[in-house]
Protein backbone atom coordinates (compact mmCIF):
# COMPACT_ATOMS: atom_id res chain seq x y z
CA UNK A 1 0.00 0.00 0.00
CA UNK A 2 1.38 3.27 -1.42
CA UNK A 3 0.50 5.84 1.25
CA UNK A 4 2.04 9.89 0.77
CA UNK A 5 1.08 12.39 3.36
CA UNK A 6 2.34 16.00 3.08
CA UNK A 7 3.06 18.34 5.87
CA UNK A 8 4.68 22.06 6.67
CA UNK A 9 2.92 24.34 4.17
CA UNK A 10 1.80 27.14 5.62
CA UNK A 11 2.45 30.96 5.04
CA UNK A 12 5.52 32.82 5.36
CA UNK A 13 7.07 36.33 4.14
CA UNK A 14 9.12 36.94 1.49
CA UNK A 15 12.82 35.55 2.43
CA UNK A 16 11.86 33.35 4.97
CA UNK A 17 12.21 29.70 4.84
CA UNK A 18 9.50 26.25 5.27
CA UNK A 19 10.56 22.84 5.30
CA UNK A 20 8.17 20.51 3.96
CA UNK A 21 7.50 16.99 4.51
CA UNK A 22 6.19 13.95 2.94
CA UNK A 23 5.99 10.89 5.02
CA UNK A 24 6.16 7.75 2.92
CA UNK A 25 5.02 4.68 3.55
CA UNK A 26 7.42 1.83 3.80
CA UNK A 27 6.37 0.35 -0.24
CA UNK A 28 6.69 3.72 -1.40
CA UNK A 29 9.99 4.87 0.89
CA UNK A 30 12.21 2.07 0.68
CA UNK A 31 14.77 2.00 -2.85
CA UNK A 32 12.54 4.01 -4.54
CA UNK A 33 12.03 7.41 -6.24
CA UNK A 34 9.93 10.76 -4.29
CA UNK A 35 9.65 13.52 -5.61
CA UNK A 36 8.31 17.06 -5.01
CA UNK A 37 6.54 19.15 -7.58
CA UNK A 38 4.20 22.10 -7.50
CA UNK A 39 1.16 24.16 -9.00
CA UNK A 40 0.37 27.64 -8.89
CA UNK A 41 -3.25 28.32 -9.86
CA UNK A 42 -4.23 28.86 -13.60
CA UNK A 43 -0.24 27.32 -14.05
CA UNK A 44 0.95 23.77 -14.93
CA UNK A 45 2.21 20.86 -12.38
CA UNK A 46 6.02 21.27 -12.41
CA UNK A 47 8.74 19.77 -10.92
CA UNK A 48 10.96 20.83 -8.33
CA UNK A 49 13.02 18.05 -6.91
CA UNK A 50 13.30 14.21 -6.38
CA UNK A 51 15.40 11.95 -4.42
CA UNK A 52 15.98 8.43 -4.96
CA UNK A 53 15.98 6.84 -1.65
CA UNK A 54 18.67 3.77 -2.27
CA UNK A 55 21.30 5.65 -2.68
CA UNK A 56 20.23 9.11 -1.25
CA UNK A 57 20.92 10.88 -4.97
CA UNK A 58 19.35 13.85 -5.54
CA UNK A 59 18.06 15.83 -8.48
CA UNK A 60 16.35 19.17 -9.25
CA UNK A 61 14.46 20.85 -11.69
CA UNK A 62 16.24 23.75 -13.89
CA UNK A 63 16.77 27.31 -11.11
CA UNK A 64 15.34 24.91 -8.29
CA UNK A 65 18.68 23.95 -6.98
CA UNK A 66 19.54 27.65 -5.19
CA UNK A 67 17.31 27.86 -2.77
CA UNK A 68 15.22 24.01 -2.70
CA UNK A 69 17.13 21.48 -0.97
CA UNK A 70 15.59 18.04 -0.62
CA UNK A 71 16.78 15.10 1.81
CA UNK A 72 15.34 12.06 3.51
CA UNK A 73 15.40 10.32 6.93
CA UNK A 74 15.65 6.86 6.52
CA UNK A 75 14.56 6.32 10.03
CA UNK A 76 11.16 8.36 9.40
CA UNK A 77 10.47 7.26 5.96
CA UNK A 78 10.34 10.87 5.30
CA UNK A 79 11.59 13.24 2.70
CA UNK A 80 12.13 16.88 3.38
CA UNK A 81 11.86 19.81 0.80
CA UNK A 82 13.52 22.38 2.57
CA UNK A 83 13.02 25.88 0.93
CA UNK A 84 14.70 29.38 1.64
CA UNK A 85 14.87 32.45 0.48
CA UNK A 86 11.13 32.44 -0.75
CA UNK A 87 9.47 34.44 -3.11
CA UNK A 88 5.88 35.20 -3.81
CA UNK A 89 6.05 33.31 -7.00
CA UNK A 90 6.88 30.04 -4.96
CA UNK A 91 3.33 30.21 -4.14
CA UNK A 92 1.54 27.18 -5.06
CA UNK A 93 0.17 23.50 -3.56
CA UNK A 94 3.13 21.50 -3.35
CA UNK A 95 2.79 17.47 -3.78
CA UNK A 96 4.91 14.47 -3.13
CA UNK A 97 4.86 11.65 -5.43
CA UNK A 98 6.67 8.21 -5.78
CA UNK A 99 7.92 6.48 -8.31
CA UNK A 100 8.48 2.80 -7.63
CA UNK A 101 11.18 0.68 -8.42
CA UNK A 102 14.01 3.14 -8.95
CA UNK A 103 15.51 3.51 -12.09
CA UNK A 104 14.62 7.13 -14.04
CA UNK A 105 14.34 9.49 -11.20
CA UNK A 106 13.87 12.88 -12.63
CA UNK A 107 11.42 15.09 -11.20
CA UNK A 108 9.28 15.04 -14.27
CA UNK A 109 5.34 14.24 -13.63
CA UNK A 110 5.07 11.51 -15.79
CA UNK A 111 7.90 9.72 -13.90
CA UNK A 112 5.76 8.98 -10.74
CA UNK A 113 2.46 6.99 -10.19
CA UNK A 114 1.54 7.77 -6.93
CA UNK A 115 0.68 11.58 -5.75
CA UNK A 116 -0.03 13.15 -1.92
CA UNK A 117 -2.97 15.33 -1.16
CA UNK A 118 -0.57 18.56 -1.55
CA UNK A 119 0.11 20.88 1.11
CA UNK A 120 -0.28 24.94 0.47
CA UNK A 121 2.94 27.46 0.73
CA UNK A 122 2.01 31.06 0.39
CA UNK A 123 4.27 33.71 0.24
CA UNK A 124 3.72 37.27 0.97
Known amino acids: ?3 LVE ?3 GSVQTGGSLTLSCAASGDAFNNNC ?5 QAPGKEREGVA ?3 TGANRTYYADSMNDRFTISQDNAKNTVYLQMNS ?3 EDTATYTCAAALGGGY ?4 SRVFGFWGQGTQVTVS
Open 86 to 88: LKP
Open 50 to 52: SIY
Open 105 to 108: CWPA
Open 7 to 9: SGG
Open 34 to 38: IGWFR
Open 1 to 3: HVQ
